[in-house]
Nanobody
Framework: HLVESGGGIVQAGDSMTLSCEAS????????LAWFRQTPGQELRYVGG???????YYTDSVKGRFTISRDNAANTLYLQMNSLKSEDTAMYYC????????????????WGQGTQVTVSS
C-alpha cells in the first residue's frame, strides 16, 4: 500500500518535494519509481531507485529532480527543483520486488497519485 503526498500548485522555477509512504515489511527490498501522467497520455517514467539506493532519471528531469528513499521510514521521496510548466502532471509512486525498470506495467504496487501543477 503506497500513499503519495506533497503535490500542489507552484510557480515555474519553484521547488517541491513529493513523498510516498509504504506499508508492509519488505519496503527495503523493493525497487521504487515515480511516474507521471497528463490527461490523455500514457504513464511516463520519471525516475527510479533500486533497493541499494542507485537512482535513475529520465533525461527531461536529470539535474533538476532527485529521488531518495528512507528505508527506516518506509518512504520514497522526489525532490523537484527548477520546475517547469511541462512538469505539470499527476505523479504516482510504484514498487515491485525485482530490479529497476522503466516500464510501468512491471510494477506491482501503486499509489493513488498526487497532482503537481506548475504555473508559468
Amino acid at each position: 500500500h503506497l500513499v503519495e503526498s506533497g503535490g500542489g500548485i507552484v510557480q515555474a522555477g519553484d521547488s517541491m518535494t513529493l513523498s510516498c509512504e509504504a506499508s508492509g515489511d519488505n519496503f527495503r527490498t523493493y525497487a521504487l519509481a515515480w511516474f507521471r501522467q497528463t490527461p490523455g497520455q500514457e504513464l511516463r517514467y520519471v525516475g527510479g531507485i533500486t533497493w541499494s539506493g542507485s537512482a535513475y532519471y529520465t533525461d527531461s528531469v536529470k539535474g533538476r529532480f532527485t529521488i531518495s528513499r528512507d528505508n527506516a521510514a518506509n518512504t520514497l521521496y522526489l525532490q523537484m527543483n527548477s520546475l517547469k510548466s511541462e512538469d505539470t502532471a499527476m505523479y504516482y509512486c510504484a514498487a515491485w520486488g525485482r530490479g529497476h525498470t522503466i516500464f510501468f506495467d512491471e510494477y506491482d504496487y501503486w499509489g493513488q497519485g498526487t497532482q503537481v501543477t506548475v504555473s508559468s
